[in-house]
């Protein structure tokens, strides 16, 4: 449990904190014990599997972190036998849900980080003015990460077990860690930024892409955080990577594993 990132006027000041796994299910054809007749699946399938605000586990649609209703097949689909099923790992998410579970959540993009020497996560998110906040154990609310705009343009992640945040200020993204202390540590140099940027860590890279949309059309930059030169370099390729960027959510999956030749 935490309080709400978010003020609000009513009494439940209080959200809840999901982690919800993310599963990629190659084709391969399911056993089903119930009717003897086997279930092919032909293409594969994205899956989250993560708890409600109750404890109970559910399916939910892989991209959409905003449904507040549990997912579901369709109803040939009865049973997965992971036994016989061919899955790729494909990370985590963290979820803010309130008590009400047909309350559509005003949360954005959640990350969390567990600093050295500590148990218990720092929780960075965006709050009602879109600007990056942080909870920590023991403290009795979230605090702000200072010199931070309430642009709305920018993005968060967990890079090797810190914090990342870059904003957008006229068309200039500013790449910061922040460590538990609130401290921020400027770690790249600004990047001309023209759309909105969106993070994702890449097996143990960090990547950055730059989508721009005008009526009909849209550019698509990604950039690759070189860590000892503190810049952002251009790339061509993804090589083998496809990106997965949602507003709250961000991962990648294997090409191969997905079927594009």
């Known amino acids: 449990k935490l309080p709400k990132p978010i003020s609000t006027d009513d009494n439940n000041s209080i959200c809840y904190l999901l982690k919800h796994n993310i599963f990629l299910i190659k084709p ?6 119930i009717s003897h007749q086997p279930q092919q699946i032909l293409k594969p399938l994205l899956i989250r599997i993560g708890p409600n605000v109750n404890g109970k586990t559910h399916l939910w649609h892989p991209l959409d972190l ?3 209703s549990p997912f579901y097949f369709p109803h040939k689909v009865v049973v997965f036998d992971f036994n016989h099923i061919s899955i790729v790992d494909l990370g985590h998410v963290f979820v ?3 008590s009400d579970s047909l309350q ?3 949360y954005n ?3 969390a980080a567990t600093y050295p020497g500590e148990q218990q996560p720092h929780i960075v998110t965006y709050d009602y003015w879109q600007e990056p906040c ?5 403290d009795d609310g979230w605090m702000k990460i200072p010199n931070h705009s309430s642009c709305g343009f920018g993005d968060i992640c967990n890079f090797k077990g810190r914090t990342c945040v870059v904003d957008v200020v006229d068309g200039r993204g500013e790449t910061v860690m922040v460590g538990p202390d609130l401290s921020v540590d400027l770690v790249a140099d600004e990047l001309l930024c023209l759309g909105r940027p969106g993070l994702c860590v890449v097996e143990s890279e960090l990547l950055l892409v730059d989508t721009t949309t005008c009526d009909y059309d849209a550019w698509i930059e990604v950039y690759r955080f070189d860590e000892k ?5 251009e790339l061509s390729n993804l090589g083998d ?3 997965f960027l949602g507003k709250k959510c961000s991962f990648s999956a294997s090409a191969s594993d997905l079927g594009f030749a």
């Open 241 to 243: 990577k496809v990106l």
């Open 66 to 68: 905003n449904d507040h």
């Open 109 to 111: 993009k959640v990350v």
């Open 134 to 138: 942080m909870f920590r154990p023991g």
């Open 229 to 233: 030169k503190k810049k952002w370099v």
């Open 28 to 33: 391969t054809t399911i056993p089903i014990p």
């Open 104 to 106: 559509n959540d005003p």
């Open 96 to 98: 803010l849900k309130t």
